[in-house]
Nanobody, 120 residues
Framework: QVQLQESGPGLVKPSQVLSLTCTVS??????????WTWIRQSPGKGLEWVGY???????VYNPALKSRTSISWDTSKNQFTLQLNSVTPEDTAVYYC????????????WGQGTLVTVSY
């Protein structure tokens, strides 16, 4: 059974870089045809898709965040990483990593989520 676990700092200062890692077990991040996805939920708001890296290493980002976002992977560690630059308090959210099926686009596995607060 696939499991995902987010890790990273819970507090980031404004203008700095938010960096989170998702460690995957029970599946390989190079398995056909999955996309390894970052999603966030700000306080009082709905879920917002941030972007993904797929099984070939290709990335796609939310256009609203694209200029500040980078997703990469380390296949030797079976991890993928989110970097969000120049953060503001509006980036405060619970960040989730998830696996999306390329067959039916379903998000069929989720991490538990990690709260990142942007503040001094």
């Amino acid at each position: 059974q696939v499991q995902l676990q987010e890790s990273g700092p819970g507090l980031v200062k404004p203008s700095q870089v938010l960096s989170l890692t998702c460690t995957v077990s029970g599946a390989s991040i190079t398995d056909n045809y999955y996309a390894w996805t970052w999603i966030r939920q700000s306080p009082g708001k709905g879920l917002e898709w941030v972007g993904y890296i797929d099984y070939r290493g290709s990335t796609v980002y939310n256009p609203a965040l694209k200029s500040r976002t980078s997703i990469s992977w380390d296949t030797s560690k079976n991890q993928f990483t989110l970097q969000l630059n120049s953060v503001t308090p509006e980036d405060t959210a619970v960040y989730y990593c998830a696996r999306r099926s390329g067959v039916d686009n379903a998000l069929n596995a989720w991490g538990q989520g990690t709260l990142v607060t942007v503040s001094y």
